[in-house]
């Protein structure tokens, strides 16, 4: 049987296939090489929680360089709903009103922003699959694609990190308590008003770089 090519002559091969079919070439950018050991931890609040039908309100995001959290570098936007209104229950959750998130930017404008400050730098995110499925939704009209970017999974990282702790004999019961607020107790991190965006973001870069120490140590 024959060998595939190389590892990198098929990410380069696919890195000119995706930007071939790039619906807008002003974002070939997010395909360069990622600056070294940098980050993006990022955040959506929503109208609620079906990726088909609600609208994003806000997106929060910080850089990671290194071992450290940026909050100098960071970016954080109402967004102005396009089709849901928001119901008290959602109001109750992230503490946004009608009146706050009206003057937001749309979007396609909040997205394009988001796109320019994260560049080609890897994902970071708690439940990071919902956000990018959000993002995706604006952005497959405007590109015809989703976001490239490497995608890293802080609720994993702490999973493999509890699941290397368990003796052997219990190792087939996984029983790990993913909820957020249990694995930033955990870890012995500050836990934050949850549903702000720029907070929960920068939560999740804090339980990113608290995992990869332990996971170095």
């Given at each position: 049987?024959?060998?595939?090519?190389?590892?990198?002559?098929?990410?380069?091969?696919?890195?000119?296939?995706?930007?071939?079919?790039?619906?807008d070439p002003r974002f070939a950018f997010m395909w360069d090489p990622a600056p070294e050991d940098e980050w993006v931890s990022f955040d959506c609040e929503t109208t609620g929680l079906n990726t088909k039908t609600d609208d994003i309100i806000s997106i929060g995001a910080v850089?990671?360089?290194?071992n450290r959290i940026m909050t100098t570098e960071r970016l954080e936007l109402l967004v102005r709903p396009e089709k849901k209104r928001l119901t008290a229950d959602s109001v109750k959750v992230h503490r946004l009103r009608e009146q706050?998130?009206?003057?937001?930017?749309?979007?396609?404008?909040?997205?394009?922003?988001?796109?320019?400050?994260?560049?080609s730098r890897p994902l970071v995110g708690?439940?990071?699959?919902?956000?990018?499925?959000?993002?995706?939704?604006?952005?497959?009209?405007?590109?015809?694609?989703?976001?490239?970017?490497p995608k890293i999974e802080v609720s994993a990282l702490y999973y493999d990190y509890k699941f290397r702790q368990l003796p052997h004999h219990a190792r087939d019961s996984r029983d790990i308590d993913l909820r957020f607020d249990n694995l930033m107790k955990d870890l012995g991190l500050p836990l934050w008003p949850a549903h702000d965006a720029?907070?929960?973001?920068?939560?999740?870069?804090?339980?990113?770089?608290?995992l990869r120490q332990l996971k170095a140590g």
């Open positions: 049987m024959k060998a595939g090519p190389p590892t990198h002559w098929a990410a380069a091969l696919k890195r000119e296939w995706m930007l071939y079919h790039l619906g850089r990671i360089r290194g706050d998130v009206a003057q937001g930017v749309s979007a396609d404008e909040a997205v394009m922003q988001l796109m320019h400050f994260i560049g708690y439940f990071l699959e919902f956000d990018v499925a959000m993002i995706n939704r604006v952005l497959f009209p405007i590109l015809g694609m989703g976001l490239p970017q720029l907070n929960d973001a920068i939560m999740a870069a804090l339980a990113f770089l608290k």
